[in-house]
């Protein structure tokens, strides 16, 4: 498994599968949930609504996996992470259970690629720096490997952060 990081727009990965921030309503929102849904077009949020008028949305810590409309990618994996209040209302198990439901839906689907982008550091104000230590560690924890993950950063301060955890230039 090769694990790297780039610094760039989630939405123009060629990757089997491209990670959405996603919120509980599956219907879209900001950041990069809104940056996925306006690339892909209406055939994604029409999958969300699928998987919405059947489960009723996604929790906090799960994810939920529907075509990738027309970005390169071919899935995209909605995780729904939790939003940082004080540390102690299980923002980091929560976490990292959102990142592990995504590795799990790549072993069912047999992704082989597959990119994140750092779930819940934007508007739901999950700390940088801690919130890189839960990536990192739950993709090289988790029992499947697929052959590539990419940690896609928006800004330098989160590439500089997933650069000194991985150990790269
Ligand atoms: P959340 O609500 O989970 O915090 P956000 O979309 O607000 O989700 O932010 C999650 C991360 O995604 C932030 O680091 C933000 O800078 C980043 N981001 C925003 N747009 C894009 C994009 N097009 N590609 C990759 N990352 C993005």
């Known amino acids: 498994m090769e694990i790297s990081v780039i610094l760039g727009d989630i939405t123009k990965i060629k990757a089997d599968a491209i990670v959405n921030a996603a ?12 940056a996925i849904h306006r690339a892909g077009g209406k055939a994604i949020l029409d999958d969300c609504v699928k998987i ?11 994810a939920v996996i529907t075509g990738a409309g027309e970005l390169p990618a071919q899935y995209v994996i909605h995780a ?18 959102a990142y592990s439901r995504c590795l799990d839906l790549a072993a069912t689907h047999g992704i082989q690629v597959i990119a994140f982008p750092c779930i819940s ?6 700390p940088k720096k801690e919130a890189a230590i839960i990536a ?3 993709v090289r924890q988790h029992a499947y490997k697929p052959a590539r993950v990419i940690f896609v950063c928006f800004d ?6 997933y650069q000194a955890l991985l150990g790269v230039q």
């Open 52 to 62: 919405r008028n059947k489960q009723g949305g996604c929790a906090v810590g799960e």
């Open 23 to 34: 919120n509980t309503s599956l219907l879209g929102g900001g950041g990069v949930d809104g």
């Open 136 to 138: 990192v560690n739950t």
């Open 156 to 161: 330098q301060e989160s590439y500089a952060i």
């Open 80 to 97: 729904v992470g939790p939003v940082w209040k004080n540390g102690r209302s299980q923002e980091p198990e929560l976490l990292q259970r």
């Open 121 to 126: 550091t934007g508007i739901y104000r999950f």
